[in-house]
Structures are given as structure tokens and as C-alpha cells.
């Protein structure tokens, strides 16, 4: 598998743009597809210089309903209108942050929803012998404190986001299985569970957000949550790739725990698995 960071918060040495966001390029045996789209039409203008061709994308992944992994959608498109995209039918409601003091809209661009490549799904989904789809992660061991200031509104009324909009694609192909979640705001240990229950052992390799940054710097406790998190990933055989929400201090903090276990990825990072 060739998988190639169209776009990430942070970026390299190569002359490629960064935003707030996150667009993953995975080329498989039989697909060639893209997990979220950024926050912009940058991740496809990244593209071309990563020598990936987005006419030949034939499925594309939006992990949850929030612009930063959706908003380049309209512009793919553009390029490619014929690629089938799937994102559960929940992450097309009302999400909002209150982050900052303000409440403000993060959801996805409406238009979206209406697009006839759209596949708007309900819960688990098998596409293939090499792509599957998951949902309904329930459990709530270190929940990232980061989820209090996103809110659900329904009906006028605001709630506390409990992302059951959020899903995960786990491709198995060449013997391996890869597990991509955009931001894991569910947990990634408690999405691990649900893989297990699912699936049974643990993948190969895991890329996913673990959705730890903070604007206000971590407390004691914020540091700690980490570092458990850390140590209960070391004990798999997995190999994790991490970027976007994790913040790179949280990344640093886990990286002194797992070693090389645990890499970053940045745009324009690419590597075959």
C-alpha cells in the first residue's frame, strides 16, 4: 500500500501548503482512495506535486461531519465527480464549537449532502473484500476532554456531541490491515476495542488523529491521560501514525513513551506499508 499525507496542519521542506486539517491518500490493490478531504481545496492542489492523480481516486472516506475533514469535498469534485464517497448519514446534522468563547459552525458545507456520488450510510459498512467501515464506539475510557466544547443542535436545542457520526475504515490487503480514523474523538483506545470486537486482534497499523491539542496548554491531568494513553498503545504490535488534533506536544509527550512505534505524518509524508 502506498499512503500519502495530501494534507496535515504541519508541512516539511517541500513547497506544499498546510491548513488546519487532514487528507490521507491510500493506494491498495484494488482501490485508490482518499480518507477526509482538509478544511479547503488545498489538499488537492498538494496532490499533482505528490504525484497522486485525483481523477483516479474511486472512493472516498469522510471520517466525520466537521469542515476540517470535509471542506475540500466540492473541490474534488470538480476533478473527479464520479468517485463514490460514504459518510454516515448523521454527520450531515448541525455541529457546532464553543471553543474560544464563540459558538461557531464546523459542520459540513450543506451542498454536500445533495451530491449524487454521495453515499450517506447508517451504521457498519462492508464495501469490498478490502474495505469495511465501523461505527458505534460506545465506550468512553480517557475521552478526549476536547469534545466538552463541541456541541450537536438539534431543533434550536445545543448538546454535547457524543460522535456517533464518526467511522472508521480498516482496509485489509496484502495479508495486512490498516486502520484509518480522522480525529479518533471517540478515543483510540476505545476505538481499538471496537476493532477487536469486530475484527479480532489488533491491526497492523493504525493512522488516526488522537484529537489531545489543547489551546490552553495541558494541565497535570491533561499530561497524564497522555501518558496512560501512550503505554496502553506500546503494549500492541501495532504501528501508529499520528498527526493534525494530536498537537505535536502531544505527540513529543507519547513519542518518549512508544519510540518508534509511533511516527508523525506531515503533508507531503509518504510511505509504502
Known sequence: MRIVTLIENTVG???LKCEHGL???VETGKHKLLVDTGSSGAAIDNAEALNVDVKNVDTVILS???YDHTGGVMRFVQENPKA???MQKKGGKDYYSSSGGTIHYIGVDKAILDLPNMNLIEGDLRIDEELSLFTGVTGRKYWPSGNRTLILRENGVDKQDIFDHEQYLVIKSEGKSLLLSGCAHNGILNILEKY???YGGEPDMVI??????KKTGYLKEDEEIIKDTAMELKKLKTIFY???CTSLAGFEI???IMKDQLNYIETGSEFIF
Open 196 to 198: 477487536r470486537e469486530i
Open 84 to 86: 463514490k464517497i460514504y
Open 254 to 256: 507519547m513519542k518518549e
Open 208 to 213: 488516526s488523529g488522537f484529537h489531545m491539542m
Open 242 to 244: 499520528t498527526g493534525h
Open 13 to 15: 521542506s517541500k513547497p
Open 23 to 25: 487528507s490521507i491518500y
Open 64 to 66: 466525520h461531519g466537521h
